[in-house]
């Protein structure tokens, strides 16, 4: 890993703001056209774009989709997410989209136009909520991937349950690493010892901080676990591939 | 040892301390060739030199030589060569690094552009004026506790605040920080440094002063977009984003943009 970090940052500085805009370009593209035109549902799998699913509003005008209800959180989770706020910020308004002095000087917005999060991104601050939405989805996905493991009611493995279980544990993993959780759980505090339990929340901000370190590698493994988990449910859906049993 | 020769007139007894020897010059058959920027606050250009390259020779190395063989008035401030004080600060192919850090093998022989540190007002060649960070440190509120020192404190309250004391103040999170570099908002604007500064004051168990507000308002914590290039460029490896900013950013979220808590706090009366 280290020598392919070493590779990557020896390309042009231009190399990885290009490269987060085509990513979540497509992601967001992908996103909108599953959750606007494709259907969520298939045997005992549910695409997690479509986790929990909810009835469709019979007044609700078509083209507001009942997925369209719950994406919002997750959505919101990731856009003010502190990494990914970081990995905007430099690729979609390049300020800056690099550190080198080169870069810098790229940067297209005005010194006396420069906000950075006191305007319109002061919102940003509510990633807490976003937060507390996502886990509530989140124990859905795991709901769904129990469900994964009983297809026609008795216990089996097959290869989309792991995938399903792989896609729900690096989402967790990126949740669990969140920066405000961190904060919410012990960093809030500065004395463990002046407070009833402030040994066990010092564990518990120790153990997410130790997450936190990677949170940049969850937020992208988990997005990809997302698209692939679809892909995956598209392809069986559509009978391109079967979907093996492992057991039972 | 070269304690009392002709290249150590400070009688430093470390050979890491002093410049490169005459006689090492010229061992590697390779050169290394730097344009270093020469000038002053009203302008300047890089000047290209070429030295003998010693094996595990670091830019200061190189640049001391050029000093010491073939441009006499190039100024350069270096104090330990040990990346402990953070003196040797400059900006080494755009990037901020300490000179005394940075190999010159690391270039592959390439040109190595040297340059000093652009957010503050050059004094001249690689000597930039950083005494606006001394102004702000002075406005950073100092410690402040009802109980007497020295106090008794527990190290499971205390391991958050070892990481902000390696700070070495060479400013170069500073240079990096776009806020200050691009948008010249140091008015308004602590910088990186100064958060790291405040962060190890905040979390201080013993520490009873309000810093949220100061924080919010006269630091302009909220220009920072978290953009991390003052992590990349920390030569102590100080997680600044992570660890003093976000933190510093949450603790500001609490007191002015947690609608639950201000509902709280107005229930409760405080």
Known sequence: MSSIAAAWRRLPWWVEPVSVVIVLSVFGLYSFAIVSFLPGEYKEYLSPFYSPPIPHPDWMPDFITAPMFIIWMPLGFRATCYYYRKAYYRAFFWDPPACQAGAQEREPRKAENYRGERAVFVLNNVHRYFLYASFVVLAFLWYDTVLTFFPGGSFGVKVGSIIWLANVVLLSTYSLSCHSLRHIIGGNKDCYTCVRGGNTRRKLYNGVSRLNLQHPQWAWFSLFSVLLTDIYFRLIQAGVIPDLTILG | ?270
């Open chain 2, 1 to 270: 040892m070269s304690e009392g020769n002709g290249n150590n007139p400070g009688g430093v007894t470390s050979k890491a301390h002093s410049p490169v020897p005459d006689e090492d010059l010229g061992k590697s058959g390779k050169m290394a060739k730097l344009k270093i920027f020469r000038g002053d606050a009203e302008g300047g250009e890089e000047i290209g030199y070429e030295i003998p390259l010693v094996e595990g020779m670091v830019v200061l190395d190189a640049v001391l030589a050029i000093q010491a063989q073939q441009a006499p008035d190039l100024a350069v401030r270096w104090n330990c060569k040990a990346a402990h004080c953070g003196s040797c600060s400059a900006e080494i192919n755009g990037r901020p690094k300490l000179l005394c850090k940075t190999r010159v093998e690391e270039y592959d022989g390439g040109e190595i552009h040297v340059g000093p540190m652009r957010a503050f007002p050059v004094i001249k060649d690689l000597v930039s004026d950083v005494s606006w960070n001394y102004e702000v440190s002075k406005g950073i509120k100092p410690f402040q506790s009802s109980e007497q020192a020295p106090f008794t404190m527990y190290e499971e309250d205390v391991e958050r605040l070892y990481e902000p004391k390696k700070c070495i103040e060479c400013f170069m999170c500073q240079d990096v920080c776009h806020v200050l570099r691009t948008h010249h908002k140091h008015p308004e604007f602590a910088g990186p440094r100064f958060f790291v500064r405040n962060q190890w004051l905040e979390m201080h168990p013993m520490d009873e002063a309000d810093r949220l507000a100061d924080l919010k308002e006269d630091n302009g914590l909220g220009f920072c977009n978290i953009t991390k290039c003052c992590t990349e460029v920390c030569p102590v490896d100080i997680h600044i984003t992570d660890n003093s900013i976000i933190p510093l950013k949450e603790r500001v979220a609490d007191e002015y943009y947690d609608p639950a808590k201000w509902l709280m706090r107005k229930i409760r009366g405080s």
